[in-house]
Every structure is written in structure tokens, then in C-alpha cells.
């Protein structure tokens, strides 16, 4: 950023100077911007907020990219459990780690935002980038569809308290009633690597770094919103079709 907008400076300083840029050396360059600086400070943060508008509609333009050439993946992956209303008229995605702190904190919120609205359809995208523990209780929640027990191990997956490691998930998928020794036995499938590779690629393309992260449409959404935030959202989505 700071590069960019000492060159930035510089191009907007020079495109106004009374002499030719042809005719300043390197120092008599940075001279002149210094001086500028100095008589006008107020220059710094204009240009800052170009910098930030330009870089905003760039990134902006890179994530809608990116959304519609992963569409389908991100939208239609059979690996990907759905809640909510199969043929919603919005689709939201979720990329979630079980052992983020901030996706437990927001589950609660999801919850509320299937039972307040029965036109959304959610998509659930384990992205496991916490440690071991982390890719184990994503293994054995989409090992747990094979059981039809996916949509409640999630939830009490979420509520549970302390790091989920293998010995803590499969003593909770007990609990819920799974069979333990065939979920275990069910998390080295393939479909569940290929679910987990996908949510990678994905989040590489779109560039999710963090959960967790939601997609609503052509917007990307990161961090844990409020209730009220998340369904206006929606509402904007709803009205662009």
C-alpha cells in the first residue's frame, strides 16, 4: 500500500507541476513531492481514499470473477450437505471450521436465519484449516451423511465445548446416537477428500482466508454478522434476482 501510494503521489503531483516530468531527475522527483506534501497534507488523504476506492472495485470485480467461474462447484457440489429450503430462491454458502471460535458464535445466528426465512437454501462447505482436529471433525461430520445423522452432529458439533479432536468427536457422535467404529471407519472415504480439496480450491479462488465466510449471491461475506445484517443482505440479493 505504501508503494503504491508514494507512485500514486508522485503521478498526481507531477501531472500538475509546471515543468516537464522529462526534465526531473529521481531526487528532484522526490523533492517535489516532499514539498507538496509538506505545503498540502490534506494531498495524503485524498489520495489514500482513491487508493482504497480503486483497490475496493478491483477486489470487487476479482470476487464477481471468481463467483461466477466457480459457480456451479460452489453452488451444486453433491459433496456439499444442504440445509434449509433445497430450491430456496437465494442460496447462501458457508465455509466453517468446527474448532473457530467465531463459527460457533455464529451458528446460533444461522440457525435463527433458517427458521425466520423458509426460502433459503444452505450450503454447507467444511473448510477444516485449524489444525488435525479441525480436518478430523470435518471428516466425521460428512462421514455421518452415510448414517443420515449430518444435519444434528453439525449442530452439536458447533455447541460443543473445547478443541474437536477425534477422541472428543466420536465420544459426541456417540451421543448423538451414531454408530462410532462405522463413522470412523467412513471418514477415509474419497467423496470426503474430494469435498475437502474443493472447499480449498474454492476458497483459493475466492479468496477466503478465514471462517467464518459466507457467499450470498455475488457477495462475498467474511466474519460472524448479526441476524439483522445477514438478512439485509438476503433482502438486497432478492431484489437484484
Known sequence: MMTRLIAFLSLMILATAPVSAQSL?????KRLVLETILENPEIVMEAVAILQEREQAEQAASSAAALAENEDLLLNDPQAEVFGNPDGDVTVVEFFDYNCGYCRQASPTVAKLLESDPNIRLVMREFPILGEGSVEAARAALAARNQDGYEAFHWALMEMKGQAQLASVLKLAREQGLDAERLQADMGAAEIDEHIANSMLLA??????????FVIGDTLVPGALPLEQLQQIIAEERENG
Open 204 to 213: 483459493q479462488a475466492l479468496g477466503i482466508s478465514g471462517t467464518p465466510s
Open 25 to 29: 531527475s529521481e531526487a528532484d522527483v
